[in-house]
């Protein structure tokens, strides 16, 4: 069978908060008729993400059509819930024109392309491309820039240093396994910080690979779909930082947590709050929902860094009370974050 007669997958991977979700719901809102798929992956036990999709009012946005995973990173539980999902709906009477698979923010590409030469899919499936979703402010922060020089340099005056940065490995995997990389807020950035930035990524990239601004994930599908890549078959041109290891990885440099939330009469002070937790405890990411006295719509918060954003999304569809997912370092003192949070 040829790639041609093969069902194309895009994996969409990127940092936390980049805005991944937001990409995937743009490009449904342009799928023009195309029958498309969404696996939606968290880390954590109560997913944020998928909840955002299900139902949105976008044609292709039914919940049949989308498929929850959380509680893991997939390339970590690939025989457990990757191929079985992945086989399920290719089984439909209807199989899908084309699948989305938006990974966890802390999750490795690699490990989940291989994951496609499994003799159960290899011969159904290809892989059309990984789109990476960089948060174009927070890397021209420096956040997930590392010195190498001077990191060899500290190894050298003392070689029992570990220097290793696990946010840094995780955004570079991200990033060698792209045959997209795409700047998503750009419209953040002035026109010299951008035009730096990409240059400085694409000296990154182990291979020429086109880098895109883009505002709120808003690209055509023309751009994102029909890379044609098979990157199952292209491994070697994207160095994973765990190759080593034949793809295994933990998770133990990072913990999440739901807090459950009262029903607000208002979420101002809620809200005004979230910032400086984030900042006083180095939270990566929080985001969920909050539910609001007499109101029947949900109020979704999505924050990375001291960056928030709210808006009401849709009615609340069930009595389930509001929640926050919170992301962050081991070591995060769950506790005090979330005193600080319910203040």
Known sequence: MTTLDKVP???????????????????????????????????????????????CGIPGCEAENIV??????????????FIPTMQALLDRPEPPGHILIETSGLALPKPLIKAFNWPAIRSRVTVDGVVTVVDAPA??????????????????????????????????DQLNAADLVVLNKADL??????????????????????VVPAREGALEPAVLLGLDAAAEDDLAARPSHHDAEDGAHEHDDFDSFVLPLPDYDTPDALLARLPDVAAMHDVLRIKGFIRLKDKPMRLAVQGVGRRFRHHFDRPWTDDRQG??????????????????ILG
Do not use: W
């Open 189 to 210: 950035l002035d026109e010299a910080t951008l035009a730096a930035l990409r240059a400085e990524i694409a000296a990154r990239l182990p291979r020429a690979v086109k």
């Open 139 to 172: 890397v021209a922060e420096g956040r997930f820039a590392d010195d190498p020089e001077a990191v060899a340099a500290q190894r050298a005056a003392d070689p029992s240093l570990d220097h290793d940065n696990p946010l840094a490995e995780v955004y570079e």
């Open 68 to 81: 929850e995973l959380a509680n893991g990173c997939l390339c970590c539980t690939v025989a457990d819930d």
């Open 9 to 55: 997958a895009t994996i969409v991977t990127g940092f936390l908060g980049a805005g991944k979700t937001t990409l995937v719901r743009h490009l449904m809102q342009h799928a023009n008729g195309r029958r498309i798929a969404i696996i939606v992956n968290e880390f954590g036990a109560l997913g944020v993400d998928g909840e955002t999709l299900k139902d």
């Open 323 to 340: 929640h926050l997912v919170v992301i962050g370092q081991q070591g995060m003192d769950r506790e005090a974050v979330a005193r600080a």
